[in-house]
């Protein structure tokens, strides 16, 4: 087979969440198959974080603009090495293509109710590309993915795509995210003591932000302990419109905020904390619950979407509507020493499920199918 793999945005310093899966995907087939050729489209960066080998090959494909480099850019490269099934990975994918498509579905946010207070540039204009790519591709995808039982659901339910078009593959987890033993004090570059909160939150209204500060807040002043909070950076005007219109002012001196974590330093950064909060509104899977678990830090996360799925049955479940119920667990780990072990265990058992091997594996049978 001679199969292209879109991984646009890999390159990119800053990475996010759908552009580690893309990678995580293609360095296990890189190890795992050595008999068919790959060629992966890339646009050039900072970061060259993945090199060709005998049946890889990685193509770097200069345009100025997203929309441009995936409706022009990478058509016409797949035809002029010969592909033929082509996966795109970010949601999206040309319109105009004669290649046959697979498409990765991540989730269907874009066709959902709007919260009106996102003012992000970046957000918006990727939610309206969506919205007018993605109903005109689906018919053209010989398979659909996506990465979780809820989402194929949902995806099925909402777009009437028939359910031998869809397929669930779970996404896995680096195997560095583990217990380790910080002996250089890498967590310090960011915070000063372990024993911390910590909260991947940003203005995305579907991270909850604004509520899991809430919740922060009336910790501080019931805990006797009141353990700082270590988040990524956020908007100064956002965070002081959270501030004001909630009267929360205790949580200012005690949020530590600084700015990007680079991947690699992340172990230790779950490895130090006293607990992780993964308390969004909604996600179509959640590679954190899954880190922060494999690393053997308690996380209390949201029973909506997929996190049940993922978290498994005996995972901390709050309703991710209420500030009280987040606070409440955040005192039962600070408080009840046997929850606090039970819940590590939960977490490390919980990991073993899933790895990039077993995504890699069904990716690889997925792509057989498609071209039988």
Same mark, same amino acid.
């Given at each position: ?19 580690? #899966? ?33 049946? #890889? ?10 929309? $441009? ?41 874009? $066709? ?23 109903? +005109? ?39 560095? =995210? ?20 910590? =909260? ?16 922060? /807040?009336?910790?501080? +002043? ?43 330093? $992340? ?34 996360? /949201? ?46 058992? +919980? ?22």
């Amino acid at each position: 087979m001679i199969i292209g793999i879109e991984a646009q945005r890999i390159f990119r310093k800053n990475k996010h969440g759908m552009d580690y #899966v893309v990678l995580q995907e293609i360095r296990e087939l890189q190890q795992m198959d050595l008999e068919n050729q790959y060629y992966v489209f890339v646009k050039p960066g900072d970061d060259p974080c993945l090199e060709s080998t005998a049946n #890889v090959h990685v193509v770097e494909l200069k345009c100025p603009s997203y929309p $441009l480099w995936e409706q022009w850019a990478l058509p016409r490269a797949a035809r002029r090495y010969g592909v033929q099934l082509l996966h795109c990975t970010s949601n999206t994918a040309p319109i105009w293509c004669d290649i046959p498509l697979v498409l990765t579905l991540h989730d269907i946010i874009f $066709l959902e109710p709007r919260d009106k207070q996102n003012h992000s540039l970046y957000q918006n204009l990727g939610w309206l590309y969506r919205r007018l790519d993605v109903p +005109r591709i689906l018919d053209k995808c010989r398979r659909i993915i996506t990465v979780s039982n809820f989402e194929m659901e949902n995806i099925i339910r909402k777009l009437a795509i028939p359910r031998e078009r869809m397929a669930m593959i779970y996404n896995g987890y680096n195997d560095w =995210f583990r217990p380790v033993d910080d002996k250089d004090g890498i967590f310090r570059k960011y915070i000063a003591e372990p024993g911390y909160f910590f =909260f991947l939150g940003n203005t995305d209204p579907k991270k909850n932000t604004e509520r899991t500060l809430v919740a922060y /807040s009336n910790y501080l +002043r019931q805990s006797a302990v009141k353990r700082k909070l270590l988040m990524a950076d956020l908007d100064p005007a956002y965070l002081n419109g959270i501030i004001e219109r909630n009267h929360i002012e205790n949580i200012r001196e005690n949020i530590v905020m600084p700015g990007y974590i680079v991947n690699s330093d $992340l172990p230790y950064i779950y490895n130090n904390a006293f607990a992780f909060l993964y308390t969004s509104l909604r996600e179509s899977f959640g590679i954190p619950l899954l880190e922060g678990m494999a690393c053997g830090t308690p996380v209390i996360t /949201s029973n909506t979407s997929s996190m049940p799925e993922i978290g498994g049955p005996d995972a901390i479940l709050v309703n991710p509507e209420s500030s009280d119920e987040m606070t409440a667990m955040m005192l039962r780990l600070e408080t009840d020493a046997a929850f606090y072990a039970r819940q590590r265990q939960v977490g490390l058992d +919980r990991a073993q499920l899933f790895s990039w091997r077993k995504t890699a594996e069904q990716l690889l049978k997925l792509y057989q199918n498609c071209l039988q």
